[in-house]
Protein backbone atom coordinates (compact mmCIF):
# COMPACT_ATOMS: atom_id res chain seq x y z
CA UNK A 1 0.00 0.00 0.00
CA UNK A 2 1.31 3.40 -0.67
CA UNK A 3 2.03 5.56 1.91
CA UNK A 4 0.00 7.90 3.20
CA UNK A 5 1.62 12.03 2.66
CA UNK A 6 -1.06 14.41 3.30
CA UNK A 7 -4.17 14.48 5.56
CA UNK A 8 -6.38 14.86 2.78
CA UNK A 9 -5.12 11.49 1.44
CA UNK A 10 -5.34 9.76 4.54
CA UNK A 11 -9.52 10.84 4.89
CA UNK A 12 -9.61 8.80 1.09
CA UNK A 13 -8.63 5.67 3.28
CA UNK A 14 -11.24 6.03 5.81
CA UNK A 15 -12.10 7.69 9.05
CA UNK A 16 -9.79 9.65 11.26
CA UNK A 17 -10.34 10.17 15.37
CA UNK A 18 -9.64 13.87 16.63
CA UNK A 19 -8.92 15.24 19.99
CA UNK A 20 -11.11 16.57 22.45
CA UNK A 21 -11.37 19.62 24.36
CA UNK A 22 -8.09 20.90 25.32
CA UNK A 23 -9.55 23.38 27.85
CA UNK A 24 -11.07 21.05 30.10
CA UNK A 25 -8.26 18.65 29.72
CA UNK A 26 -5.93 21.16 30.91
CA UNK A 27 -8.74 22.38 33.73
CA UNK A 28 -8.85 18.96 34.86
CA UNK A 29 -4.97 19.58 35.31
CA UNK A 30 -5.49 22.95 37.51
CA UNK A 31 -4.90 24.85 35.23
CA UNK A 32 -6.95 28.24 35.66
CA UNK A 33 -7.40 29.22 32.24
CA UNK A 34 -9.73 32.70 33.59
CA UNK A 35 -7.69 34.79 31.32
CA UNK A 36 -9.02 36.58 27.72
CA UNK A 37 -6.41 34.20 25.97
CA UNK A 38 -8.10 30.98 27.14
CA UNK A 39 -5.61 28.14 26.74
CA UNK A 40 -3.29 30.37 24.49
CA UNK A 41 -2.02 32.03 27.80
CA UNK A 42 -0.15 28.75 28.41
CA UNK A 43 1.91 28.81 24.80
CA UNK A 44 3.63 31.68 27.19
CA UNK A 45 3.30 30.27 30.18
CA UNK A 46 3.29 27.48 30.61
CA UNK A 47 4.10 25.27 27.50
CA UNK A 48 4.71 22.02 28.82
CA UNK A 49 1.56 21.80 30.38
CA UNK A 50 0.03 21.95 26.70
CA UNK A 51 2.07 19.55 25.75
CA UNK A 52 0.83 17.07 28.43
CA UNK A 53 -2.33 17.49 27.27
CA UNK A 54 -2.16 17.08 23.82
CA UNK A 55 -0.16 13.82 24.88
CA UNK A 56 -2.88 12.66 26.61
CA UNK A 57 -5.23 12.60 23.48
CA UNK A 58 -2.25 10.89 21.24
CA UNK A 59 -2.42 7.87 23.23
CA UNK A 60 -6.28 8.10 24.03
CA UNK A 61 -6.00 7.16 20.23
CA UNK A 62 -6.23 10.25 18.75
CA UNK A 63 -4.80 10.45 14.69
CA UNK A 64 -5.54 14.31 14.78
CA UNK A 65 -4.31 16.78 17.41
CA UNK A 66 -5.77 20.38 17.15
CA UNK A 67 -3.08 23.27 18.46
CA UNK A 68 -3.99 25.53 21.30
CA UNK A 69 -3.90 28.48 18.74
CA UNK A 70 -8.22 28.80 18.58
CA UNK A 71 -7.93 32.08 20.78
CA UNK A 72 -4.62 33.42 19.50
CA UNK A 73 -4.36 36.42 18.17
CA UNK A 74 -1.78 39.18 17.13
CA UNK A 75 -4.04 41.67 19.67
CA UNK A 76 -4.53 39.52 22.33
CA UNK A 77 -0.59 38.85 22.54
CA UNK A 78 -0.21 42.67 22.81
CA UNK A 79 -2.38 43.19 25.01
CA UNK A 80 -0.18 40.86 27.07
CA UNK A 81 3.05 42.94 26.35
CA UNK A 82 4.16 41.26 23.06
CA UNK A 83 5.23 42.86 20.12
CA UNK A 84 4.24 40.95 16.85
CA UNK A 85 7.25 39.51 16.64
CA UNK A 86 6.70 37.74 20.11
CA UNK A 87 3.61 37.12 19.09
CA UNK A 88 3.85 35.47 16.31
CA UNK A 89 6.71 32.76 17.60
CA UNK A 90 4.07 31.92 20.58
CA UNK A 91 1.58 31.27 17.79
CA UNK A 92 3.67 29.43 15.69
CA UNK A 93 5.24 27.18 19.04
CA UNK A 94 1.75 25.54 19.62
CA UNK A 95 2.33 23.80 15.86
CA UNK A 96 5.56 22.61 17.82
CA UNK A 97 4.24 21.66 21.23
CA UNK A 98 1.68 19.23 19.39
CA UNK A 99 3.65 17.94 16.96
CA UNK A 100 6.53 17.05 19.63
CA UNK A 101 3.20 15.60 21.61
CA UNK A 102 2.52 13.17 18.53
CA UNK A 103 6.47 12.31 18.60
CA UNK A 104 6.14 10.94 22.03
CA UNK A 105 3.36 9.25 21.58
CA UNK A 106 5.75 6.64 19.99
CA UNK A 107 5.85 4.67 16.10
CA UNK A 108 3.13 2.90 14.86
CA UNK A 109 0.50 5.01 12.60
CA UNK A 110 0.96 8.88 11.57
CA UNK A 111 -0.63 11.59 13.86
CA UNK A 112 -1.73 14.65 11.85
CA UNK A 113 -1.54 18.09 13.25
CA UNK A 114 -4.23 20.82 12.43
CA UNK A 115 -3.09 24.58 13.98
CA UNK A 116 -6.79 25.70 15.33
CA UNK A 117 -7.68 29.06 13.86
CA UNK A 118 -11.00 30.39 16.23
CA UNK A 119 -13.43 33.58 14.79
CA UNK A 120 -12.69 36.85 15.55
CA UNK A 121 -15.87 36.35 18.41
CA UNK A 122 -13.18 34.13 20.59
CA UNK A 123 -10.86 37.03 20.57
CA UNK A 124 -13.66 39.06 21.99
CA UNK A 125 -13.40 36.37 24.99
CA UNK A 126 -17.20 37.52 25.46
CA UNK A 127 -18.83 34.69 23.94
CA UNK A 128 -19.53 36.64 20.92
CA UNK A 129 -18.46 33.55 18.81
CA UNK A 130 -21.92 31.93 19.51
CA UNK A 131 -23.29 35.09 17.96
CA UNK A 132 -21.56 36.23 15.28
CA UNK A 133 -22.27 39.43 13.10
CA UNK A 134 -19.77 41.47 15.15
CA UNK A 135 -20.85 44.22 12.74
CA UNK A 136 -17.17 44.35 11.14
CA UNK A 137 -16.99 44.92 7.22
CA UNK A 138 -15.81 41.39 5.43
CA UNK A 139 -12.67 43.02 4.67
CA UNK A 140 -11.86 43.81 8.46
CA UNK A 141 -12.23 40.26 9.19
CA UNK A 142 -9.97 39.03 6.57
CA UNK A 143 -7.57 41.75 7.58
CA UNK A 144 -7.92 40.45 11.13
CA UNK A 145 -7.52 36.65 10.03
CA UNK A 146 -5.04 36.51 7.37
CA UNK A 147 -1.75 37.82 9.91
CA UNK A 148 -2.46 35.04 12.13
CA UNK A 149 -3.18 32.53 9.36
CA UNK A 150 -0.04 33.23 7.73
CA UNK A 151 1.93 32.59 10.74
CA UNK A 152 0.33 28.97 11.72
CA UNK A 153 0.61 28.29 7.99
CA UNK A 154 4.41 28.92 7.98
CA UNK A 155 4.62 26.69 11.20
CA UNK A 156 4.02 23.62 9.04
CA UNK A 157 0.49 21.65 10.18
CA UNK A 158 -1.10 19.45 7.97
CA UNK A 159 -3.83 21.45 8.27
CA UNK A 160 -5.60 24.89 9.07
CA UNK A 161 -8.93 24.20 11.29
CA UNK A 162 -11.07 27.54 10.76
CA UNK A 163 -13.57 26.05 13.50
CA UNK A 164 -16.19 27.42 15.66
CA UNK A 165 -17.18 29.97 12.58
CA UNK A 166 -20.86 31.27 13.46
CA UNK A 167 -21.63 33.17 10.34
CA UNK A 168 -21.34 32.82 6.95
CA UNK A 169 -20.07 36.65 6.71
CA UNK A 170 -17.07 35.61 8.97
CA UNK A 171 -16.64 32.34 6.48
CA UNK A 172 -16.28 33.87 3.90
CA UNK A 173 -13.56 36.33 5.09
CA UNK A 174 -11.51 32.88 6.47
CA UNK A 175 -12.10 31.34 3.08
CA UNK A 176 -10.31 34.73 1.21
CA UNK A 177 -7.97 34.68 4.41
CA UNK A 178 -6.56 30.77 3.66
CA UNK A 179 -5.89 31.44 -0.16
CA UNK A 180 -3.04 30.79 -1.80
CA UNK A 181 -0.77 29.66 2.05
CA UNK A 182 -0.43 26.17 0.78
CA UNK A 183 -1.87 24.15 3.92
CA UNK A 184 -4.93 22.05 3.24
CA UNK A 185 -8.00 23.82 5.60
CA UNK A 186 -11.12 22.74 7.50
CA UNK A 187 -14.04 25.29 7.60
CA UNK A 188 -16.39 24.44 11.30
CA UNK A 189 -19.51 26.16 12.41
CA UNK A 190 -20.98 26.05 15.26
CA UNK A 191 -24.81 25.50 14.53
CA UNK A 192 -27.96 25.42 16.51
CA UNK A 193 -30.31 23.27 14.25
CA UNK A 194 -30.50 23.91 10.67
CA UNK A 195 -28.83 27.46 10.60
CA UNK A 196 -25.49 29.10 11.91
CA UNK A 197 -25.67 30.65 15.24
CA UNK A 198 -26.16 33.46 13.68
CA UNK A 199 -29.45 32.55 12.03
CA UNK A 200 -28.18 31.80 8.00
CA UNK A 201 -29.62 28.24 6.79
CA UNK A 202 -26.75 25.75 6.78
CA UNK A 203 -27.30 24.91 3.22
CA UNK A 204 -25.90 28.39 2.74
CA UNK A 205 -23.29 27.97 4.92
CA UNK A 206 -22.10 24.91 3.88
CA UNK A 207 -22.21 25.92 0.13
CA UNK A 208 -19.61 28.33 1.03
CA UNK A 209 -16.91 25.81 1.21
CA UNK A 210 -18.06 23.43 -2.17
CA UNK A 211 -16.09 25.21 -4.68
CA UNK A 212 -12.84 26.52 -2.43
CA UNK A 213 -10.36 24.67 -3.44
CA UNK A 214 -8.29 25.15 0.21
CA UNK A 215 -10.94 23.36 2.10
CA UNK A 216 -10.68 19.49 2.11
CA UNK A 217 -13.34 18.98 4.41
CA UNK A 218 -16.49 20.94 5.73
CA UNK A 219 -18.82 20.35 9.08
CA UNK A 220 -19.63 21.47 12.54
CA UNK A 221 -18.00 21.70 16.18
CA UNK A 222 -19.21 23.15 19.04
CA UNK A 223 -22.83 22.17 19.12
CA UNK A 224 -25.02 19.63 20.60
CA UNK A 225 -24.87 15.91 19.82
CA UNK A 226 -28.37 15.81 18.44
CA UNK A 227 -27.30 18.89 16.03
CA UNK A 228 -24.18 17.35 14.54
CA UNK A 229 -26.08 14.39 13.23
CA UNK A 230 -28.10 15.82 10.20
CA UNK A 231 -25.50 18.62 9.68
CA UNK A 232 -23.26 15.63 9.23
CA UNK A 233 -25.45 14.69 6.24
CA UNK A 234 -26.19 18.03 4.99
CA UNK A 235 -23.26 19.15 4.37
CA UNK A 236 -21.98 15.55 2.95
CA UNK A 237 -24.92 16.06 0.68
CA UNK A 238 -24.19 20.23 -0.28
CA UNK A 239 -20.39 20.30 -0.76
CA UNK A 240 -19.57 16.50 -1.69
CA UNK A 241 -16.43 16.50 0.27
CA UNK A 242 -15.38 14.56 3.62
CA UNK A 243 -16.99 15.96 6.58
CA UNK A 244 -15.30 17.18 10.42
CA UNK A 245 -17.66 16.46 13.34
CA UNK A 246 -16.37 17.62 16.91
CA UNK A 247 -19.77 18.49 19.47
CA UNK A 248 -19.65 19.34 22.60
CA UNK A 249 -20.27 17.19 25.32
CA UNK A 250 -24.18 18.40 25.25
CA UNK A 251 -24.56 19.46 29.07
CA UNK A 252 -26.49 22.49 29.14
CA UNK A 253 -24.60 25.86 30.81
CA UNK A 254 -26.75 27.41 33.59
CA UNK A 255 -25.61 31.12 33.37
CA UNK A 256 -27.00 31.76 36.42
CA UNK A 257 -25.17 29.46 38.74
CA UNK A 258 -22.30 29.45 36.57
CA UNK A 259 -21.99 26.10 36.27
CA UNK A 260 -22.73 23.09 34.01
CA UNK A 261 -26.27 20.93 34.33
CA UNK A 262 -27.71 17.42 32.89
CA UNK A 263 -25.95 14.13 31.46
CA UNK A 264 -23.18 14.21 29.24
CA UNK A 265 -24.97 12.72 25.78
CA UNK A 266 -22.11 12.90 23.37
CA UNK A 267 -21.08 8.88 22.97
CA UNK A 268 -18.56 7.12 20.54
CA UNK A 269 -21.45 5.18 19.95
CA UNK A 270 -23.13 7.68 18.02
CA UNK A 271 -19.74 8.04 15.55
CA UNK A 272 -20.81 5.07 13.44
CA UNK A 273 -23.95 6.75 11.96
CA UNK A 274 -21.60 10.21 11.55
CA UNK A 275 -19.61 7.86 9.30
CA UNK A 276 -22.39 6.42 7.49
CA UNK A 277 -23.74 9.90 6.22
CA UNK A 278 -20.00 10.99 5.41
CA UNK A 279 -18.10 11.73 8.41
CA UNK A 280 -14.08 11.34 7.99
CA UNK A 281 -12.99 13.61 10.78
CA UNK A 282 -15.17 12.52 14.31
CA UNK A 283 -13.97 13.76 17.62
CA UNK A 284 -14.93 16.06 20.30
CA UNK A 285 -14.97 19.74 21.75
CA UNK A 286 -15.65 21.28 24.82
CA UNK A 287 -15.58 19.58 28.19
CA UNK A 288 -15.26 15.78 25.79
CA UNK A 289 -12.21 14.02 27.52
CA UNK A 290 -9.85 11.43 26.42
CA UNK A 291 -12.10 8.95 27.94
CA UNK A 292 -14.40 9.08 24.76
CA UNK A 293 -11.64 9.97 21.99
CA UNK A 294 -10.39 6.64 23.61
CA UNK A 295 -13.87 5.10 22.71
CA UNK A 296 -14.30 6.65 19.53
CA UNK A 297 -10.53 5.50 18.36
CA UNK A 298 -11.88 1.63 19.81
CA UNK A 299 -15.40 1.74 17.06
CA UNK A 300 -13.48 3.82 14.31
CA UNK A 301 -9.83 1.75 14.39
CA UNK A 302 -11.28 -1.79 16.20
CA UNK A 303 -7.84 -3.20 14.85
CA UNK A 304 -5.84 -0.41 16.44
CA UNK A 305 -4.71 0.65 12.82
CA UNK A 306 -4.68 3.95 11.27
CA UNK A 307 -3.05 5.53 8.83
CA UNK A 308 0.18 4.74 7.83
CA UNK A 309 3.35 6.66 8.69
CA UNK A 310 4.73 8.48 6.06
CA UNK A 311 8.37 8.36 5.27
CA UNK A 312 9.69 11.35 6.32
Known amino acids: MDEVRTLPEALARGPLVLDGGLSNQLESAGHDLGDALWSARLLADRPEALAEAHLAYVRAGADVV ?4 YQASFEGFGRRG ?3 AEAAALMASS ?3 AREAARLAGPGRRRWVAASAGPYGAVLADGAEYRGRYGLS ?9 PRLEVLAAAGPDALALETVPDTEEAEAMLRAVRGLGVPAWLS ?3 AGERTRAGQPLTEAFALAAEAPEVFAVGV ?11 VALAARITGKPVVVYPNSGEDWDPSAARWRGPARMSAALAPEWVRAGARLVGGCCRVGPATVAELAARLHPAGGGTQQAGR
Do not use: I, K, Q
Open 189 to 191: YTV
Open 221 to 231: NCCTPEDAGPA
Open 95 to 97: VRL
Open 82 to 84: ADR
Open 138 to 146: AGALERFHR
Open 66 to 69: LTAS
